[in-house]
């Protein structure tokens, strides 16, 4: 098959480029106008020399994820389903705010890591996306935007990634760092280590090779304030237990591009929402790490047993964080009408583990919902 082009940061491309006779400067041009004007075909590349479009000509594409289903919110936030073959689908959600526009991109078809509470864990993990995959996301995102909302030559339609789509990033490490390099590079995307986050369970090796390669903002996922609660609800931790975890924290923001960690944290009925539980976390986190919380409300789904937290239950554990001086934010769900919040991206995509289709060896048919259509 021919090589994908996007699977290259632009280091990666320019030694492509040389394998077929050719100086970085072209390798420069073939990369933008790939990543910042969103073009496939190598005939449009205009200022491309003639003889190296011939040469891609057969052997290289541009070949971006095929687009299953879109689905617009009422709250302007926009679903986007791609077929990653073989029955597999992953999902990327752009959420427009008023000052900037997030896409939010998946790493992994499903994920390993298998936490309680989260949907893409209980479906369990198909495999990793490749760096072609995973920045197809955005360069379909960003130019299908561009375009849709009229906007003009040089203004962007995305100005954060965060990784919080699905799977775990930093299990899928060799693909993630190209990508990230693709999103910061100013011939790519552009963005600011700032704008570009990582969140993580708390693969902590990787947390310290990600520092050192790549260090973008960086976001962990706590979700209890003690390791007998968390190894419940996020099983990496038996691995990488919380004092570990925090010592990892420490050590990324030597290097970091933000001067905190965001520490991502679900409330759960009765699970981890208590006054107390709040106590023990400002108690686990003070004095050790410069950090902000976000405070997750649940996105219930049936199979995991669980319930989201009630409305003064979150404002109580988020004043006792407030009280002991800690940044804390409560996020709003977005895209609640069409299954677009954490944790509910492909809900609806069946078996994503193809197990049945092992056991039976027949072929699966992805079943989506209707999109429910209509722009924002
Ligand atoms: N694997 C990474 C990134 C993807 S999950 C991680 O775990 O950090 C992105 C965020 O969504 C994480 O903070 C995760 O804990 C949260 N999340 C997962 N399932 C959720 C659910 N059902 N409701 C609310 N947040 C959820
Ligand atoms: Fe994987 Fe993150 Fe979901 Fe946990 S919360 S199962 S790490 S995607």
Known sequence: MAV??????????????????????RAVQLFRWIHQKGVCDFG????????LRDKLVGVAQVRPLPVLTEQASSDGTIKWLFDVGDGN????????????GTLCVSSQAG????????????????????TGEILAQLWFAEHHLRQRLGLPAGERAITNVVMMGMGEPLQNYH????????????????????????????????????REDCPVALAVSLHAPNDALRDELVPLNRKYPLAELLEACGRYLES???????????????VNDTEAHARELVALVRDRVRCKFNLIPFNPFPASGLKRSGRERVQAFARV???????????????????AACGQLA????????VQRRLTRQPIRIQVRPASGGAP
């Open 44 to 51: 449009q590349m205009s200022d491309l020399a003639k003889s």
């Open 347 to 354: 809900g609806e995509v069946r078996d994503r583990t193809n």
């Open 111 to 130: 994920c390993a890591v298998g936490c309680r509470f989260c949907s893409t864990g209980h479906q369990g993990f198909s495999r990793n996306l490749g």
């Open 4 to 25: 994908n082009l996007l699977d290259f940061d632009l280091d990666g491309l320019a030694a492509y480029c040389e394998g077929l006779g050719e100086k970085r400067f």
């Open 89 to 100: 689908a992953v999902e990327a959600v752009f959420i427009p705010e008023d000052d900037r």
């Open 175 to 210: 693909a993630l760092v190209p990508a990230l390099r693709t999103m910061l590079d100013d011939h790519g995307y552009g963005l600011s280590r700032r704008r570009v986050t990582v969140s993580t369970s708390g693969v902590v090796p990787m947390m310290d090779r990600l």
């Open 256 to 270: 970091a591009p933000r001067d905190f960690i965001t520490f991502e944290y679900c409330m759960l009925d009765g």
């Open 321 to 339: 964080l407030t009280d002991a001086g800690l940044v804390t934010t409560v996020r709003k769900t977005r895209g609640d009408d069409i299954d």
